[in-house]
């Protein structure tokens, strides 16, 4: 059984940073895909990033290219999600979650098969 624990999130102001742990225990599939999604109050679940953990191509929404940055620490089961200059529209909650993903490029939807609990990351002056 998997398990994804997410830990980090916060109070932060615009422009702050907040780094968004993932850690994941028992068995991930092979190959994997881990992803970070998020989802505000009143809207739709959206996909933000993603890590493929063979070889750690990454993949990115177009509202966070440049702002935030998807790793992977294999000695510490652990995917990160390092969000730098955050907007108020950033607010939301945010989970990881884990797939098989045996194919070329990164899944486009949410059809994960493990997910975390969430951490709440809140932005606001």
């Known amino acids: 059984q998997v398990q994804l624990v997410e830990s980090g999130g916060g109070l932060v102001q615009p422009g702050g940073s907040l780094r968004l742990s993932c850690a994941a225990s028992?068995?991930?599939?092979?190959?994997?895909?881990i992803g970070w999604f998020r989802q505000a109050p009143g809207k739709k679940r959206e996909r933000i990033a993603c890590?493929?953990?063979?070889?750690?191509?990454?993949d990115y929404t177009d509202s966070v290219k440049g702002r935030f940055t998807i790793s992977e620490d294999h000695a510490k089961n652990t995917v990160y999600l390092q969000m730098d200059g955050l907007k108020s529209e950033d607010t939301a909650i945010y989970y990881c979650?884990?797939?098989?993903?045996?194919?070329?490029?990164?899944?486009?939807?949410?059809?994960?098969?493990?997910w975390g609990q969430g951490t709440q990351v809140t932005v606001t002056a």
């Open positions: 028992g068995s991930l599939p092979d190959p994997y895909v």
């Open positions: 890590i493929r953990g063979n070889d750690g191509i990454v």
């Open positions: 979650a884990a797939r098989w993903w045996g194919i070329i490029g990164v899944p486009l939807d949410d059809d994960y098969d493990y």
